[in-house]
């Protein structure tokens, strides 16, 4: 399994995640190989308040490594490949935006290891919950690519995926330009 076919929030691992990122469509397939957004900002907005008043001070440890454990091929490789080693990063469950202070769902679940000072069971079926919770269709856009497209996002406010293809047989080039980190994330 690729993982960007998992749900994330590119550069979370990294103690100032990125801004955002552009991609452009070069080769594109209809095959598969669509891109999925969630809103963030709706999906904490949706929540009900005793849960928003559960997570609002929640801190989550997130590591590059965990990506490794959550794929079989790759966990049991023993030469992983080359990569600078990140030490684990801890970022707000719920975070606010710098710019316009609207409150999000901070969530990336293939860095996402466990909740800061949580019950590690607890944790991860609360994170489980919310990720569930994100990614419902009435969160969700879908971007179908066409040759030539070109998407933004903003990193902090939107989660995404890559609908699973076939890349052994189709042909797919994007392009991808990732807007460095300015700060820290917030807590709302």
Not at 154 to 182: A, Q, W, Y
Request: proline share 4%; hydrophobic share 35%; net charge neutral.
């Amino acid at each position: 399994m690729k993982q960007s076919w998992l749900w994330h929030t590119d550069s979370s691992f990294r103690k100032i995640p990125s801004n955002g990122s552009i991609l452009h469509g070069i080769s594109t397939t209809n095959k598969g190989g669509n891109t999925l957004f969630a809103n963030m900002y709706k999906a904490y907005d949706d929540l009900e308040e005793s849960m928003k008043q559960k997570i609002k001070s929640l801190n989550v440890v997130h590591d590059n490594d965990f990506i490794i454990s959550l794929s079989d091929e790759l966990s049991k490789r023993k030469n992983k490949g080359n990569y600078d080693k990140l030490d684990p990063v801890i970022h707000p469950l719920v975070r606010k935006h710098p710019s316009n202070k609207k409150s999000s769902l901070f969530l990336s679940p293939h860095t996402m290891v466990k909740i800061v000072d949580y019950d590690d069971s607890a944790g991860r079926e609360l994170l489980d919950f919310l990720i569930e919770h994100s990614i419902q269709s009435k969160y969700v856009y879908k971007h179908i690519w066409n040759n030539d497209d070109i998407v933004m996002w903003d990193n902090r406010c939107t989660m995404h995926s890559v609908e699973p293809f076939d890349n052994n047989t189709i042909k797919r080039i994007m392009h991808r330009v990732t807007l460095v980190g300015d700060q820290e994330p917030m807590m709302a």
